[in-house]
């Protein structure tokens, strides 16, 4: 157990030391990925506290460790209730991969709490909390291995019927099924070239089986074609079902139905409510975005 804490540490310790280097977001979520393993491997991972999925967000001020200069949120409050899709939109640099950095606590906010489930997310095992939580990361990157385990990573002790019924559940199965080796085919820099939208299913597949009760999707910026687009999106509906989404969008097509849709600008939350709501808003940011890409596409 020493040896896993010190482990889980040390990648904690890592996404700092990565994130002040490179400063870039698409490494967090990639190794964000790593932590799941760490939390399974935890012996005591069965005593891990089920979250129902309540997340409060109360004027939360945050400003990365290396920019002290830059306020990234202001004063952000919000609220996303068990089983509630909430989707976070906002211009380039606005802020949203960052939220969802803070409810994993890469980081620590500089004022205001983040509750979840009413406890202060302070107060939580940080493995216990981080094994309630998925992140469908925009660019999924898979590690090299077979897509058994790479699927399996949510849960190392899965069954094989559980294992073919995450595949099926994430659209993934027929592909899979498609290969000679089917699921034992490798996968990463000396397996299969795998598409985008076939490993973002191999990344459901995988949350799946975690079962988590917060699910972060961060959707993808660059656009899938649209037959692998509508087996995603119809696989991303499974996995959000009866959990709670907190979906960074890029997209405004996919928010639509979202019970929440948060408009985060230079680090405060300037408009809420439904798509119906917010493109009543006259003058409306939102309103706004919705009439540049429906006109666009
Ligand atoms: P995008 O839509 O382009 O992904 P975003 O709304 O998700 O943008 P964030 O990635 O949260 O925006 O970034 C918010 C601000 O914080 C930006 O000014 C960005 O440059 C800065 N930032 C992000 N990550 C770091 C970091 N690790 N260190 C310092 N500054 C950072």
Known sequence: TTFIGASFGGIAEMYAQIQKAV????????????????????????????????VVFKNVAFHYPSRKEVQVLKDVNFSAEFGQKIAIVGPSGAGKSTISSLLLRFYDITDGEILVDGKNIHDYDLENLRGNMSIVPQDVILFGGTI?????????????????????????????EGFP???????????????????????????????????????????????????????????????????????LSTIRNADKILVLDNGKISEEGTH????????????????????NS
């Open 148 to 176: 058994r385990e790479n699927i399996a990573y949510g849960k190392p002790d899965a069954s094989e019927d559980e294992i073919i019924a995450a595949a099926k559940q994430a659209n993934a199965f027929n592909f899979i």
């Open 181 to 251: 080796e089917k699921f034992e085919t490798l996968v990463g820099e000396r397996g299969v070239k795998l598409s985008g939208g076939q490993r973002q299913r191999i990344a459901i597949a995988r949350a799946l089986l975690k079962n988590p009760s917060i699910l972060i999707l961060d959707e993808a910026t660059s656009s899938l074609d649209s037959e692998s687009e509508k087996l995603v999106q119809e696989a991303l509906e499974v996995l959000m079902e009866g959990r709670t989404s907190i979906i960074i969008a890029h997209r």
């Open 23 to 54: 400063g870039a977001t698409e490494r967090v979520f990639e190794l964000l990925e790593e932590t799941p393993e760490a939390i399974n491997a935890n012996p005591h991972a069965s005593s891990v506290e089920k979250i129902k999925g309540n």
């Open 276 to 295: 119906q709501e917010l493109i009543n808003l006259e003058n409306g940011i939102y309103k706004n975005l919705s009439n540049l890409q429906f006109s």
